[in-house]
């Protein structure tokens, strides 16, 4: 069996030599081209034009060298600039197989691959459809097996087919059985505007039968390329390919294969781990055939990809809101396929409860989903003809109650209390190791146990953020010591020339300097990562400073708003600080401040609250800096660059301050990239999911190149997909997504509160990682973006997502189930209200008059509850603060909201 932690160990060395380095990129390549070219390459190519798309195919090995569109050549799907780089053993290109096999009566597998070490191919005499056929048992070794390879027209598709015949008298197993998906996600050397004219992403839907593959280009304009299953060819697991040679890195996160088969894998690598699907293998007798194929399509764009499977008569599945299923809150689920519901199961059995709805009118089998049991769970569904399709759901607690916990065990088990701390990091929420259940007070990564950057600061942010939602009074104690104490005065500066400049680390290695002892000799102190002093003190990193300005603007936040609290400093003061460190990050880090930052948002909530509070020139101030940034922006093709070659965090910033400052066509260029990355599957881990898949490297336990599952970009991009929802209400897809990757915040924390950086995709592994990494920036998208969405869809009627929905006598009634239960969307109406100090519980739509009645609960720290209205809505008899807000006394538990106009 090829293995992922076989290769471990020669990635890391390709990591270290490599990485996104140029010359050590070139070094790997002239090591690679003193082995002899295998591919045939200089042979030339059988050309192909089909209905859309040209393909190319080598004569040599009949493997893809070329797969474009009919109408733009200059845009591979293959990674064809490398493909005389990539033309030796071991480099995978779409047409190759991976088997594993054992004889009947053996207990061992048997690998077998068409890329270990090339053969020539023997053709096959083609006819009809069959544009090129091939017998390519000879670059599969000593395979006892004979696999013939068949590239076919269907009804203007390109499609891939393998027949594996058994011509023995043995009886053989067939355990794993691969298509390697090989299309061009390798951005080496390549500028921003290069890799978005040259390159794709591709996200799976592992959902069996119905499982398919989508290929979506960076700027997310034009076709998206799906890769579909033929008959006997299930999605059934996504496995990465390690063994090609080709140096993963930040620039190129690897290839991976379609399993059809998994079993030989589940028996040896990942033994003990939970697989997606039930791991299967096939049986050949003597003489016996199975064939096995893939089509490719094209969908008209990222939003078309389930209209063309509808139009193709693929099973399709939308689940509203998702496939997190809360245990407070059903879910729905709409299925489209021409044949009829046989079976349904659930696996493990009683996880999930499911109940039938009927249809709607347009055909779409309705259920309600109910969670029972905590943790992953699999909706297996069979349909008249045979067909199973996969979906996985993962039930968890209320939106509410994770919050909670997460704030409690940040609070506590990551709560660090050291008066004798060296590096001065008491009191503070710290780096926290679940495996060990220990605080990283030490790490070869000085960022880790340093309380700055991402993985250092993340748990704090989180802390903080928290209380935005659910302020808790002994958790704001707490809290307020560490920003008084350890945050302001220690990670960021308070006096001299580095005023409000924020520090990468408190943690540094200077052994001479410290006293002996303090350094552990288990720890690898010899790496670049391994900060001296003067590099932790640097304040050059602008990235560090959203982290510190929304601690501030909280402190604000609950100052302002909760009378009962108790502050060392006024609101004002704390804002005025927020601004502070918003303008210290551009005159103290303007290099890395020239690109939109994680959590930049920040910056125009503080902004707005200047407005609000009527601190003019501080606001003016603040615009002017943050409108030349936007106006730089606006000034290049693809805005969202950041430390690294390609990132998936800048959007967020970028899109709001271009909106914010009329650049609509930037924006709308940022909403289409981060549609690119960001899909909607019918899969929990995948579904919002905004691509990362170098921060297991930066900010993880088990360090590795690796698409991560609900990253913190998930809910940080989760920020624009839901502000542009509310500008387009009619646009179900932004909702989708939007709110995927807004609870994609929640969907790794662990039943008593853990938090972890990510989730591993790799089948070996299916896991949370060990630390709690850079995990707070993503809850900071949620805390500032969480929402109830009611919704009136023609197909499907009233839907709330993060609410429960009930319609009577023309009456629309909602439970709010957000854990603050302080912003409600009403799409009808394109009304966003929002609270302070307090929540609203329910809310009631009378469809008829159009009035919104909320139960509204005063929280036990203020007296009044704030409503915010942005819509057309009023409220009479209730008086507005300075701040625009409705004052709602605590003795009121109702208010009813009046259109302003009718229609």
């Not at 790997?28 to 859309?52: C, M, Y």
């Not at 509203?320 to 009829?340: H, R, S, T």
């Not at 220690?490 to 350094?519: C, W």
């Not at 552990?520 to 900060?531: G, L, R």
């Amino acid at each position: 069996m090829h293995t992922d932690n076989k290769h471990l160990f020669l990635l890391v060395i390709l990591w270290v030599c490599t990485g996104s380095n140029l010359s050590g990129q070139s070094r790997f390549w002239e090591e690679i081209n003193k082995q002899p070219a295998t591919l045939g390459v200089e042979r030339g190519t059988h050309d192909f034009k089909l209905s859309k798309l040209n393909v190319k195919l080598l004569r040599a090995s009949q493997t893809v060298s070329s797969l474009k569109l009919n109408d733009d050549d200059a845009f591979d799907y293959t990674p064809d600039e490398l493909l005389h780089r990539r033309d030796r053993n071991g480099f995978y290109h779409l047409g190759d197989i991976n088997l594993a096999i054992r004889a009947e009566g053996e207990t061992s597998w048997t690998s077998f691959s068409s890329a270990k070490e090339r053969r020539a191919v023997t053709p096959l005499k083609t006819s009809g459809k069959v544009l090129a056929a091939a017998n390519i048992s000879a670059s599969l070794g000593d395979i006892p097996l004979q696999v013939d390879r068949f590239w076919e027209e269907r009804d203007g598709d390109l499609c891939l087919r393998f027949v594996v015949r058994n011509n023995t008298k043995q009886v053989f197993e067939i355990g794993a059985l691969g298509i390697p998906m090989i299309f061009n996600n390798n951005m080496d050397g390549k500028s921003l505007d290069s890799a978005h004219a040259d390159n794709v992403f591709f996200d799976p839907y592992i959902g069996k039968d119905a499982g398919y593959l989508q290929v979506n280009r960076l700027h997310g304009l034009g076709p998206s390329l799906l890769v579909l299953p033929e008959n006997n060819t299930p999605f059934e697991a996504y496995n990465p390919l390690n063994t090609d040679p080709t140096p993963r890195s930040i620039t190129f996160e690897g290839f991976h294969e379609w399993l059809v088969h998994s079993k030989a894998f589940a028996e040896t690598d990942w033994r003990g781990v939970e697989q997606w699907n039930r791991p299967t293998s096939t049986t050949l007798k003597p003489g016996e055939s199975r064939s096995y194929g893939l089509r490719f399509v094209l969908a008209p764009g990222v939003k078309q990809v389930e209209d063309e499977l509808i139009r193709r008569k693929r099973p399709v599945a939308m689940g509203i809101p998702g496939y997190l299923v809360p245990l407070d809150n059903p879910a729905k689920l709409f299925l489209k396929y021409p044949e009829k519901v046989k079976r349904l199961e659930v696996f493990p059995a009683g996880s999930l409860s499911i109940e039938s709805l009927g249809k709607t009118a347009g055909k779409w089998s309705t259920y309600l989903i109910k969670g029972n049991t905590w943790g992953r769970s699999r909706l297996e569904i069979t349909y008249a003809d045979g067909l199973v399709q996969t979906i996985s759901y993962k039930v968890i607690k209320s939106e509410r109650e994770i919050v909670k916990d997460l704030g409690h065990f940040l609070t506590t088990a990551q709560w660090y209390e050291n008066p004798d701390d060296p590096f001065g990091r008491s009191p503070s929420v710290i780096t926290y190791d679940y495996e060990t259940k220990s605080h990283v007070t030490q790490h070869k990564n000085a960022w880790f146990a340093g309380l700055s950057d991402e993985a250092g600061a993340a748990s704090w942010l989180a802390a903080i953020m928290k209380q935005l939602l659910l302020p808790d009074t002994l958790e704001i104690e707490k809290l307020k010591r560490f920003t008084s104490e350890t945050m302001f005065g220690r990670i960021q500066h308070t006096a001299g020339k580095n005023k409000y400049g924020v520090v990468k680390s408190l943690f540094y290695y200077e052994p001479d300097s410290m006293p002996a002892g303090t350094y552990s000799d288990s720890i690898n102190y010899k790496t670049w990562a391994a900060w001296p002093k003067k590099e932790a003190d640097n304040v050059g990193r602008s990235y560090n400073y959203p982290h510190v300005a929304a601690a501030h603007w909280v402190l604000y936040r609950l100052a302002r708003n909760y009378t009962e609290l108790r502050f060392e400093e006024s609101w004002r003061i704390y804002l005025e600080r927020a601004y502070e460190t918003a303008v210290a990050m551009v005159e103290k880090a303007p290099h890395y401040a020239q690109f939109g930052q994680m959590e930049g948002s920040v910056f125009l909530f503080i902004l707005t609250d200047l407005r609000r509070e009527g601190l003019v020139a501080e606001a003016a101030r603040l615009e002017t800096i943050m409108k030349n940034r936007a106006l730089h922006w606006k000034s290049l093709a693809y805005p969202f660059g950041s430390e690294m070659p390609w990132d998936s965090t800048g959007q967020e910033e970028v899109y709001l301050w271009s909106r914010y400052f009329g650049f609509d066509e930037k924006a709308q260029v940022t909403l289409n990239a981060i549609l690119a990355y960001m899909p909607t599957v019918p899969h929990w881990g995948y579904n919002g999911s905004a691509r990362r898949y170098w921060d297991f490297v930066y900010g993880g336990k088990l360090a590795r190149i690796e698409r991560q599952l609900h990253h913190y970009g998930s809910a940080l991009n989760a920020i624009p997909v839901l502000t542009e929802y509310r500008a387009h209400p009619d646009d179900l897809y932004l909702l989708r997504v939007g709110h995927a990757g807004m609870m994609g915040a929640l969907a790794n924390v662990t039943q008593d509160g853990f938090a972890p950086g990510a989730f591993h995709s790799y089948p070996s592994t299916l896991a949370n990682d060990g630390i709690s990494g850079d995990y707070g920036s993503g809850f900071y998208g949620y805390a500032v973006n969480s929402g109830t969405y009611i919704i009136r869809h023609p197909e499907f009627g009233w839907l709330a997502f993060s609410g429960r929905v009930d319609e009577k006598n023309a009456k629309i009634h909602v439970d709010i189930t957000t854990a603050s239960k302080g912003r409600i969307f009403l799409a009808e109406e394109k009304v966003w209200l929002t609270a302070d100090a307090g929540t609203m519980e329910t809310l009631v739509y009378d469809t008829n008059s159009r009035e919104i009645e909320i139960a509204i609960q005063p929280s036990p720290l203020s007296p009044n509850l704030f409503l915010r209205i942005e819509g057309p809505y009023t409220i009479t008899g209730i008086k507005k603060d300075e701040l625009g807000r409705y004052v709602i006394p605590g003795n009121v538990n109702t208010v009813k909201l009046h259109p302003e106009k009718s229609y």
